[in-house]
């Protein structure tokens, strides 16, 4: 019979990227991933069904792997995934403009994030002090690992509530995340990332030029 748990595992291995080896998890996770981003660069109410799967699946990849801020996140995407798909469709069926946050708030922001980042790091660098028959291993890339979680927070915030500042956001910490995940050897989602980044920089055009559009038409 066999066994479902392995799904859920990157030793079940389906084909090889450049010599290294694709797990069916990594793959389910990154073709998800995908649509989601791109359904979300498109203003797509899809985007959030497709974003509770790549969390379920990523939270399992990530913990195997010892990115555990990381795995954390992936708790945050499957609850704002389902926020965000209230939010984006309302009872009344209409969609919620898109819009700027300002100046003032980007650098609250800002200050957020780098205390989130320092906060996180602390807390996932003891995981395996407070339960270590679950974290055997210590994390890796410690406070790059915990910024991209934070950022990632903050910018699917901002996604769901349609500001304009989430794909700048994005941006920055889809190429932080194409540096970690090249260094631990997962290709497939690193190839990933790469699109995503080039999906971040197409939302950032698209949006904009929609906020433009919203923002004349109050004039």
Known sequence: MFDLSLIFSKELQIFSVFGNPISLIELLGTSTGLLCVYLASRNHILTWPFGILTSIC??????????????LLQIYFFGSSVYGWIVWRKKTGVYVKIQSIGTSKNLVLVLVI????YFLGAVTSRLPIWLPNI??????????????????????????????ESWFLWVFVDIVCITIYSLKEIPFVTLEYIVFLLIA?????????EYKLNHHSLE
């Open 58 to 71: 990523f939270f399992c990849l990530f913990f195997q792997i010892q990115l555990y801020s990381d795995m």
């Open 114 to 117: 780098l205390f989130g980042t």
């Open 135 to 164: 974290f055997t291993k210590p994390p890796e890339f410690l406070y790059w690992d915990a910024f991209t979680t934070v950022g990632s927070i903050v910018a699917n915030f901002l996604l769901a509530q349609r500001k304009l």
């Open 201 to 209: 920089f197409y939302g950032c055009h698209h949006w904009y030029q």
